[in-house]
């Protein structure tokens, strides 16, 4: 027989049994599933996902399936069958669940370049060791002492990125900056020649979050998880220093997050493996990092098209100016008083979630809505499904800093979800608020600036992003003695 015929005859058979594995997987047998549509085998509905994505128009993507089939459906992303739920009763469910019915697993392409070991991926008493140390470094009494900190690092890096310049990329300088407060303060990568290395494949591996998860030579997918590789590499021989400093009384466990990890002890009292280590390293990098200049290249965003608001910010900034010595640092109290300009970040979060989808996997059959939610199956939560939801935000698609106000109607548990919910919400929400008041101060304070394309939109690339890299014209401000 010709060997061509024999090769498109077992090609042929692959794909039958692929076919046949894929629907019988998908069908559950007799589960009552909610509706909606599985796509195409082995693909699912990746493709219309991932162009919708490019489009900024993921949150329409959801909307069509929630408007054919209602706020609970079913779906197939990257070989992952899912079921989107997009209202608050599936929050407080998804969310509030205890962790014997739901993980924070990721879906299997994210997972590769996160890593395994994730506190995503950790579940007993392992999860709560790395948790619970997570969680003090990042204590509201180390936080006080970071600011000073963070006033130097943003304070240098304006400097910097302005000198000589009458107009910066804010979208570039913002991923920069976040990067390098994320390495200097949480893990003590001070050369700069280090930092940048890791950043740019760090850029690699964001890339591939937003790539088909397809692995061939050249694609970006690919391309991401040899990156994940090289941090790995670069980052071991970091580690073994922090561990042999450690070891001989040269460095403290509270030194940093990498410090603070590598001086954990099990149950048993073993240190965790250096896996562990190096995957929150990856992880908290790209938490700390993509999602805070988000938000900063959004409000500078924001400000530049509003006056109003501008006023606004900048009157509670200069009043905190007012107070203070000249070149004198920022401090735990002054990041209190700035309330409106909070207020005005959490507004855009609602209204542009910088995370468009949070993941859950369900540990064992369950159901919700009158519907069956098998063991194993990812169940997405969408946080702009109560966002923009008129019941719980009145006329949601105007912005309106005022509904954060304390004083305020009060918005209901589980309404507003930026940072997650729950047990598993986002450790580093006061980490991100810190950083994202430093720098606006900084900004507002020191420097006047202009749109250099007015109309520029946003467009999401998993998170979202001005589409031009918001580039400003930029000019010192005069402050009057």
């Keep these: 027989m010709d060997l061509s015929l024999i090769a498109l005859a077992s090609i042929t058979l692959v794909s039958i049994l692929f076919l046949l594995k894929f629907l019988t997987k998908s069908n559950h047998g007799s589960k009552n599933l909610p509706k909606g549509s599985l796509g195409l085998p082995l693909v699912g509905e990746t493709i219309s996902l991932l162009n919708a994505l490019r489009k900024e128009q993921g949150a329409e993507w959801i909307n069509e399936r929630v408007a054919k089939y209602g706020p609970i459906f079913k779906t197939s992303i990257a070989r992952t069958p899912m079921i989107f739920v997009a209202n608050i009763a599936g929050n407080k469910f998804v969310h509030g669940s205890g962790d014997d019915v739901f993980s924070t697993n990721q879906p299997k392409n994210i997972r590769a370049l996160h890593g395994e070991c994730t506190i995503f991926e950790l ?111 670069r980052f071991l021989p970091i580690l073994r220093k922090r561990k042999e400093e450690l070891s001989t009384g040269a460095l403290s466990p509270t030194n940093d997050v990498v410090s603070c990890l590598l001086a954990l002890r099990d149950e048993n009292g073993e240190p965790i493996p250096e896996e562990v280590v190096v995957d929150n390293f990856r992880f908290l990098i790209i938490a700390s990092h993509d999602t805070t ?21 900048l009157n509670e900034h200069m009043d905190i100016l007012r107070n203070k010595a000249a070149e004198e640092k920022l401090t735990w109290v002054d990041i209190q008083r700035m309330k409106y300009t909070w207020q005005v970040a959490q507004e855009l979060m609602r209204m542009i979630p910088p995370i468009l989808c949070n993941f859950r996997k369900a540990l064992k059959d369950t159901n919700f809505g009158g519907y069956d939610i098998p063991k194993g199956w990812q169940v997405v939560t969408v946080p702009h499904g109560t966002h ?55 900004l507002v304070t020191k420097f006047e600036w202009s749109q250099v394309h007015p109309d520029e939109t946003i467009t999401r690339k998993v998170m979202p992003f001005p589409s031009m890299g918001l580039p400003i014209k930029v000019r010192p401000r005069r402050i009057p003695t």
């Excluded at 579940?123 to 009494?141: D, W």
């Excluded at 950043?199 to 890339?207: N, P, R």
């Design 123 to 233: 579940s007993g008493s392992r999860y709560i060791l790395v948790k619970k140390a997570m969680l003090s470094f990042l204590s509201p009494e180390n936080l006080k002492n970071y600011v000073r900190r963070m006033d130097d690092l943003v304070t240098i890096s304006l400097q910097k990125e302005t000198n000589g310049k009458d107009t910066i990329k804010v979208v570039d300088f913002m991923k920069k900056l976040t990067f390098d407060v994320a390495c200097n303060i949480l893990f003590g990568i001070h050369d700069v020649e280090t930092r940048e290395a890791f950043l740019d494949d760090f850029h690699l591996v964001f890339e591939a979050f937003a790539a088909f998860p397809v692995e061939f030579p050249g694609s970006s997918y690919s391309k991401g998880l040899q990156a994940k590789a090289r941090i790995s590499n």
């Design 293 to 313: 200049a988000v938000l900063l290249s959004l409000m500078v965003w924001k400000l530049s098209r509003d006056k109003q608001i501008f006023s606004e910010v």
């Design 388 to 442: 923009m939801e008129k019941d719980i935000f009145s006329n949601p698609t105007e912005f309106d800093p005022s509904r954060f106000d304390k004083a305020s109607i009060p918005i209901p548990p589980y309404a507003y979800i930026p940072f997650g919910a729950g047990t598993h919400s986002c450790i580093g929400n006061e980490f991100a608020r810190i950083e994202t008041l430093t720098a606006i101060h900084k």
